[in-house]
């Protein structure tokens, strides 16, 4: 019973990183280069290959601890949580 919810717990992590990177890429990929620019954040291009790896091995290495799905989610949550917000308030909408 034991091994059965930790391989569930296991594989709701996994899913859950996968959904945070999937959306963190997207939405990199929507925002234009200029709004990159206009907020002295790293370019489209850097932010997008990062996801874009990040996602990948998250993909590839499907372990939730594995240091290398760790330090993409990081990079997921400070794109969310810090560039996200810069960029939209760049953007006119």
Not at 69 to 77: C, Q, R
């Amino acid at each position: 019973m034991l091994s059965s919810l930790t391989a569930l717990v296991g594989l709701v992590a996994t899913l859950g990183f996968v959904v945070v990177k999937a959306y963190a890429l997207i939405s990199a990929l929507t925002f234009s280069e200029q709004a990159y620019e206009a907020s002295a954040k790293l370019t489209k291009v850097a932010w997008c290959a990062i996801l874009g790896l990040a996602l990948v091995a998250q993909l590839v290495f499907r372990s939730p601890i594995q240091m290398l799905n760790l330090v993409g989610l990081v990079a997921a949550l400070v794109f969310l949580a810090d560039v996200r917000p810069a960029l939209r308030d760049v953007t006119p909408r």
